[in-house]
């Protein structure tokens, strides 16, 4: 498309007034001139929830249960962090049947939000619909499919975590009822229907119209030697980093930026980086199923994917995975008998962390020799992202400078959308004014 003499040499300014249904409110300014991204601001409004604040002087033992509260579509990614944070301070080490059980239910969530992510928000981009509402009244299969894969996400997370919103079986140290081997039968059933659905979704979102763009991202995401991370393991990057839990401080910081009162993350040389689905994928790309790599590699996904916009495939390369692990947990499952390892509480710090479906998110505590918490904070996915975000919102709005305004909207919705759910859902309402001078 050309550009107008107008559009190459004047100022055009984007002011998005409010993001809706975020953790907080939000707007987002751009200004360019001359094609030049001249000024770009995503500015997230979180409100003050005081979590960190007010489970100080609460015991140890509820921490699970009310930072759970902080995200209705990933409570079990707060409640694992935690869990690893406190034992890590109690000085408690888990048993592998309990372990395997907290990666089933975490998988139940993965599947769940990610399904969510994928079809409902972020799908309508590449389709050319307004919401998935749209889809379905042209493409019922697509969204039936998607809803009974989800819907068997959530049946994971009620057989192990007892519902689907904020479990309530999680304790320090395990769970407080382990489930019968008898009581997945019906929930494996529901995942064996869905494989194939999950497994011709990959090739199907890899087919959709996605954009030319490629970033060298600084991945950051957990690794393991012998499976695909989840729930704990060491932090990693592709430069090389290589850190447990308790090392986090050293290399990361959290800073105030003057135009958004969410905190911003930074690697400690200033660099910004991505965690998340990409990141989990470039880095842990051997621990993937066969099946899972497999598909990946039929529709077209190297070992490292670039491009932001195909996060959309390389979410659902996620999902069937997921789907395979819990069929594979469940088909080996042993009912840890106790159901969780006693654990007192220990003066100290505990740190921990998992992979939300959105990224890395990590928790340090410090409690009393009576388990009163003394100091929290929690470091979630959305805050490590936010300065990523807004460097691709910068690149994107250059690299597509010649589009009209409309559609330029669209690309920034859709930029935004590649990140994260709670963010993406907010993107699909933004209203957009633009100043030509």
């Not at 975490?106 to 307004?130: K, Q, R």
Request: overall charge negative.
């Amino acid at each position: 498309m050309s550009i107008t003499p107008e559009r190459a040499t004047g100022e055009r300014s984007f002011v998005v007034d409010a993001l809706a249904r975020v953790e907080g409110e939000g707007a987002m300014h751009v200004t360019l001139r001359d094609g030049k991204a001249e000024d770009v601001r995503l500015r997230i409004y979180e409100p003050p929830r005081f979590f960190e604040a007010f489970l100080r002087g609460r015991s140890y033992r509820e921490v699970p249960d009310i930072t759970a509260r902080i995200c209705g579509i990933c409570p079990v990614a707060y409640q694992v962090s935690s869990l690893n944070a406190m034992e890590d301070a109690c000085g408690v080490e888990i048993p592998k049947g309990i372990r395997d059980l907290r990666r089933l239910l975490y998988c139940g969530e993965w599947i769940e939000s990610h399904t969510l992510h994928v079809f409902m928000l972020h799908a309508p981009d590449y389709l050319g619909y307004a919401n998935a509402f749209e889809i379905a009244a042209d493409h019922p299969e697509i969204v039936e499919g998607a809803l009974k894969l989800k819907q068997a996400g959530n049946e994971v997370m009620c057989a192990v975590g007892g519902r689907e919103i904020h479990p309530i079986n999680n304790r320090v140290g395990g769970f407080y009822r382990a489930p019968e081997k008898s009581e997945f039968a019906a929930v494996a059933r529901k995942l064996e229907e869905c494989l194939e659905f999950a497994r011709s979704a990959v090739p199907f979102l890899a087919s959709l119209p996605i954009p030319e763009y490629e970033h060298d991202y600084e991945f950051v995401a957990l690794h393991e030697p012998d499976s695909y991370a989840v729930e704990d393991g060491r932090l990693i990057s592709s430069s090389g980093l290589d850190i447990s839990p308790q090392e986090y401080d050293q290399h990361f910081v959290e800073e105030h930026v003057e135009h958004s009162t969410a905190l911003h993350s930074r690697m400690a040389d200033g660099r910004s980086y991505l965690v998340g689905p990409m990141a989990r994928y470039a880095l842990n790309h051997e621990q993937l199923s066969p099946a899972a790599r497999e598909a990946a590699e039929r529709a077209g996904l190297g070992p490292v994917v670039k491009n932001p916009y195909k996060s959309i495939v390389v979410r659902m390369v996620e999902v069937l995975w997921a789907v395979e692990e819990c069929l594979r947990i469940i088909g080996s499952y042993e009912q840890p008998d106790p159901p969780a390892v006693e654990s007192p509480p220990v003066a100290g710090v505990g740190c921990g962390w998992s992979e939300a479906p959105r990224g890395l998110l990590w928790h340090r505590y410090e409690i009393d020799d009576g388990g009163s918490i003394r100091d929290a904070r929690i470091v979630p996915p959305t805050s490590q992202n936010q300065r990523r975000i807004e460097e691709d919102l910068r690149e994107t709005v250059e690299l597509f400078a010649d589009l009209p305004d409309a559609e330029l909207q669209i690309r920034c919705e859709q930029t935004i959308r590649n990140y994260d759910p709670c963010i993406s859902c907010s993107t699909h309402f933004l209203k957009l004014e633009v100043d030509r001078r």
